[in-house]
């Protein structure tokens, strides 16, 4: 009963901004730490950022200082803010998210569809 959904991946020119949302909808009781994971083609999966519930961030290496991550927690969702794109960043991005279901008693973890985003240079 619990989905992601994220939006806004498109393409967009090198040096240029993008902004993902993923909202998350269902039997909710809780959210705990959300994240943003990337699958650029033919590579494997990688984590992009993760912010806990109370705000703490990390970042890949790879997109400090040009990402922000930030959620809303009355509304259930995570953004993730992509600055100074380059060609590298090209990939079908994800949400993911631990969830408190309801019937449960600890979080499990949650995954979107994915969105592509393509940098195009």
């Known amino acids: 009963q619990v989905q992601l959904v994220e939006s806004g991946g498109g393409l967009v020119q090198t040096g240029g901004s993008l902004r993902l949302s993923c909202a998350a909808s269902g039997s909710i009781i809780s959210i705990n730490a959300m994240g943003w994971y990337r699958q650029a083609p033919g590579a494997q999966r990688e984590l992009v950022a993760t912010?806990?519930?109370?705000?703490?961030?990390n970042y890949a290496d790879s997109v400090k200082g040009r990402f922000t991550i930030s959620r809303d927690n009355a509304k259930n969702t995570v953004y993730l803010q992509m600055n100074s794109l380059n060609a590298e960043d090209t990939a079908v991005y994800f949400c993911n998210a631990g969830i408190v279901v309801v019937g449960y008693y600890f979080g499990m973890e949650f995954w979107g569809k994915g969105t592509l985003v393509t940098v195009s240079s």
């Open positions: 912010i806990t519930r109370g705000g703490n961030t």
